[in-house]
């Protein structure tokens, strides 16, 4: 008897339909599934043979299915995508209930502030960077929006923001209230603060802060920052870059600031409120404080701070100045080329300055202008 063709074979002992009637109805009800397809002229039966096919992320896992686009509910691209505008795609994924976009490699230029939503995430393409230009405006959470704001949400939860590079905004150019994490990004190009940070448990890994030399020289002085930290913000800043800043971090309360390279920077690190913990940085060349302390229980450990070295200059001001903060730890620092390797203002009390190497510079090794500090086992000549 003469071996069936494959595709005529009985579906199954229990089902007598053959596989090829199976396959035919498989592909009939996948042609009328209207969520499936991203417009007219786009079955199944039409595109098959194509390299890759063109579907809504959530519609069915075919293996012709480019896979980065799996992961994503919409794609933004200049052509191509299914929108060439990062608002308009946040605002279809938010609707949706949340989900991830994908921002192809090229710069978007903002037309107004971008709003970023609660449970949706910006990634690049992870190869080539995509940028956006910012264009004099400004990405903001939802929830620091006035209430009054259609925009406005109470809470913006669960957001990454990866792989992107963003210049060109007005003053504090990201404005970030909420749980966000910035990944792999890059800050720059603006003449103010780079980003305010709001607080919410936001968090920094492996991002980029920067301006030019010539930036620098012209805006050294004033208050702008590479991240501005604010009350109550309980942030996490780990493995950044900052370079030719004013003021590299300022720190709300209860932050860690830890394994951070800061080059060329006005002030290094500013505490301004209580509980933060500063460890293992990298801080090179400060022209004026390397770590800035205004507030009480901060814990400054295992950092390198070092001065302006140029031409055989010290900083204009301390490695360490503690300015009215309490109950504070300074331990296992090497500080070099300022001032003082360490000064205790007035008023700033009950300080333990342990185990630090203070050599090198120019007024002394520490000064100890408030009380009831410890100051101890420390390397000063």
């Known amino acids: 008897m003469a071996q069936p063709t494959w595709g005529m074979l009985a579906k199954s002992q229990t089902d007598p339909k053959t596989i090829e009637e199976r396959i035919a109805e498989m592909i009939a009800e996948h042609n009328n599934d209207e969520e499936a397809h991203l417009g007219p002229g786009q079955s199944l039966q039409s595109h098959k043979a194509s390299e890759i096919i063109d579907h809504l992320a959530s519609s069915i ?11 994503y509910n919409a794609v933004v691209a200049s052509s191509g995508g299914d929108y060439d505008n990062i ?8 609707s949706q209930g949340g989900g991830n ?3 192809a490699p090229g710069t978007f230029t903002l037309s107004a502030d971008l709003i970023l939503k609660n449970n949706v995430s910006l990634y ?8 956006i230009n910012c264009n004099g405006h400004r990405i903001v959470t939802s929830c620091s929006l006035d209430e009054s704001d259609p925009n406005w949400e109470e809470e913006t939860l669960n957001v990454t923001f990866k792989d992107l590079g963003v210049y060109g905004g007005a003053d504090e150019m990201v404005y970030a209230q909420g749980s966000i994490q910035f990944i792999d990004c890059l800050f720059y190009g603006v003449v103010g603060t780079l980003v305010t940070d709001l607080g919410g448990g936001n968090r920094f890994i492996n991002c980029s802060f920067s301006q030019t030399s010539a930036w620098f020289n012209s805006y050294k002085n004033y208050d702008y920052y590479g991240i501005k930290g604010t009350d109550g913000v309980s942030s996490y800043i780990a493995n950044c870059s900052f370079d030719n800043m004013a003021k590299a971090i300022s720190v709300g309360e209860k932050a860690i600031v830890t394994c951070n390279k800061i080059h060329t920077c006005k002030y290094g690190i500013i505490i301004n409120y209580p509980g933060s913990v500063i460890n293992g940085n990298n801080i090179v060349n400060a022209k004026g404080y390397g770590v800035h302390i205004d507030a009480n229980l ?7 701070i070092m001065g302006d070295e140029n031409f055989g200059q010290y900083a204009s001001g301390d490695g360490v100045y503690v300015n009215g903060g309490d109950n504070c730890i300074i331990t296992s620092n090497r500080v ?4 003082y390797g360490v000064r205790l203002a007035a008023y700033s009390d009950r300080n333990l300055v342990v185990a630090n190497i203070l050599t090198s510079n120019a007024a002394g090794a520490t000064i100890n202008a408030g ?7 420390n390397i000063t000549s």
């Open 101 to 103: 976009i994908l921002i």
């Open 336 to 339: 070099y080329s300022f001032q």
């Open 61 to 71: 896992v075919n293996d012709k299915l480019e896979y980065i686009i799996r992961s």
């Open 87 to 94: 608002q308009d795609a946040i605002d279809y994924v938010s």
């Open 298 to 304: 901060a814990i400054v450990s295992a950092n390198f």
């Open 371 to 377: 009380t009831n500090n410890l100051l101890q086992n």
């Open 124 to 131: 690049g393409s992870g190869e080539k960077f995509s940028f």
